[in-house]
């Protein structure tokens, strides 16, 4: 009989394994992330609380894109519970991306600039403690605010773009192991429960000036909906 995520978390746990990639699925992993988001600078290192082994890369700024790129890596070795797809792009393995400002200080281990690896590592593994399924348009909220120079306390995963700003989709990492990327976009508590009332996103960024929209995180953005 196919074990649960559960009983398989209990398994690993008691056999002292970790949901990892391969030696092969890693070196794949992240020449697949430097072709499509850019040159990885650095590396955050592992979290392997309770079986799953999480690193953050740091993807570079470039001239086209002057931004930084936090990407998970390590996610997607865990297989979510998914009952039904979103999209037909939606898979039961998953990585999280976000986008920091070129300025961010990495060197710091000040909350305001070490709040964005904290939220990844949570993302990540919520659906490993939790046993359910993160895909496009699902959000991530919490009672405080995820920075403390900020008000916004909820994420939603969108699409994620290139390095060429096209979309990418799912990475076939092995066999069996099909990757979706997602995008964290913060939101305010008004602006979620824009959202929330038909978990429709272009009622809730018909509210947005198109001019103004950046995926480039921004605590201090515009609240569109207050």
Known sequence: MKKNNFELIEQYQAEGKLFDYSEKESNKYDAFIEKTYGKIVDRFHPHTQQGVKIEILVIAPTEEQPFYRLVTKGAGSFKMNMPYRNTKDDTDRAEYVINLPKNWNFDSSEEKWTWPFKLLYEIALAPYYYDFVFGYGHTFAKE????PDSEMNSAILMETYNKKDKFV???????????????????????????????DLSELF?????????????VKRKNWCK
């Open 144 to 147: 405080e605010p995820f920075a």
């Open 169 to 199: 989709k799912p990475f076939k990492l092995a066999f069996g192991k099909k990757i979706s990327f997602h995008q964290l976009y913060l939101l305010y508590p008004e602006e979620l429960e824009v959202y929330q009332k038909n978990n």
């Open 206 to 218: 018909s509210k947005f000036d198109p001019d103004e929209f950046t995926f480039v995180t921004d």
